[in-house]
């Protein structure tokens, strides 16, 4: 570290895309390790009293492994990272000079979070070439909103095996426009969060720091079987709100057929009818509840009503059931749901791996049992 040094500068290249302005250029390792830090997730009890930008964070884990794998490679006589590191700066720490094509970045320690290339760079700690350089590519954007933060994050790790589709739509809860990904995100912890709700506590959310052995479904499971009730392009949405956000513009209801497959997508057009939403898919499963309490409350590995086969198959169940009531944008009360399970002749120990295989199988067999005990119309 050089005690006396104030700035960094280097040439830029400005490349403007829908999200905005990004930033092109090349660092020495060194001065980028000093300046950056990875907002790793926090996990710790009392995660709820921080800071957003504490809770949020949108890296994984450092992976020691990688990183000494990394570290050795450095050192090989033919390395190279072709690819660019992902770094997000506010404007009090950078600026850019577009006569110039000139970035200038105050010489402070973590004042630029990573949002790809974490490993590289805590590999390249290990560089032990004196004299020599190992400069990288780097991708800057400066002033940039969280929710752009994450969905940046999200479309460069959706394809990774090791990144969590809970922690992407954990991300969307931050986001300022209204999307579906945010309408199911918020329900999820607050049917998770609310006393007395059939989903308290049972619901994986990131962040929290509950007890894990009585989670039972995840917080992915959860958005992704209630967002196919309100859009069939969430994406499109998010970005028609985004775009829309200071107009005040909202998507067309629909009706008909679209309605049909779609039931709960003109509560969530309608202003402030997420709660509307919430309070069905609570009345339901507090039906589901009261019809089956040992299979639901219970912790047991043979029993599949509480965790995701079930869980997917009585959402399947779902707009069958609120469907069978005929109403325009009306709740369906605890009652009204309890008596379309009222007539099902399954019983708690019926919910079992033997007979509802964890998986598509046990899903659909579960899907099919309750539409012809129930007499309900296919979906």
């Not at 990004?22 to 009890?45: C, K, P, Q, T």
């Not at 994050?153 to 209204?178: G, H």
């Amino acid at each position: 570290m050089e005690e006396n040094r104030q700035l960094i500068e280097f040439t830029c290249v400005e490349a403007q895309q829908p999200i905005g302005s990004m930033y092109v250029g090349v660092m020495d390792h060194d001065d980028l390790e000093y300046i950056s830090f990875a907002d790793v997730r926090r996990l710790e009890l009392g995660v709820d009293n921080r800071e957003v930008e504490d809770y949020i964070g949108i890296q994984r884990e450092l992976n020691s492994k990688r990183e000494n794998e990394i570290g050795k490679y450095v050192n090989l006589v033919d390395a190279t990272f072709p690819n660019s590191i992902i770094i997000a700066i506010s404007s009090e720490y950078a600026e850019y000079d577009s006569d110039s094509n000139k970035m200038t970045i105050q010489y402070k320690d973590d004042v630029a979070k990573v949002l790809d290339g974490q490993h590289r760079i805590a590999g390249l700690r290990h560089f032990k070439k004196a004299g020599s350089k190992f400069q990288v590519i780097v991708t800057i954007y400066i002033d940039m909103e969280l929710e752009d933060q994450a969905i940046v994050f999200s479309t460069i790790n959706k394809e990774q095996k090791n990144v969590s589709n809970s922690l992407v739509a954990d991300l969307f809860a931050f986001a300022r426009s209204r999307s579906p990904q945010k309408t199911a995100h918020n329900i999820a912890r607050a049917l998770n969060s609310k006393d007395g709700s059939p989903f308290y506590h049972k619901i994986k959310i990131l962040g929290t720091a509950r007890r894990k052995d009585l989670e039972t479904i995840t917080q992915d499971t959860f958005v992704k079987n209630l967002i196919k009730y309100i859009s069939k392009d969430p994406q499109s949405d998010r970005d028609f709100y985004k775009r829309n956000e200071k107009s005040g513009k909202r998507l067309p209801l629909i009706n008909g057929s679209e309605l049909e497959k779609l039931p709960l997508r003109n509560l969530f057009i309608e202003d402030e009818s997420d709660l509307k939403i919430a309070q069905l898919i609570f009345n339901y499963f507090h039906a589901v509840q009261r019809k089956w309490p040992n299979a639901w409350n219970e912790l047991q590995p043979s029993i599949i009503l509480n965790r995701s086969t079930g869980f997917i198959a009585l959402m399947r169940f779902f707009k069958p059931a609120y469907l069978s009531f005929e109403l325009t944008g009306g709740i369906v009360t605890k009652d009204q749901f309890y008596s379309i399970f009222e007539g099902i002749s399954l019983q708690d120990d019926d919910f079992n791996k033997e007979r509802y295989v964890p998986g598509s199988t046990g899903q659909g067999q579960l899907y099919r049992d309750l539409l012809e005990l129930s007499s309900l119309q296919q979906d």
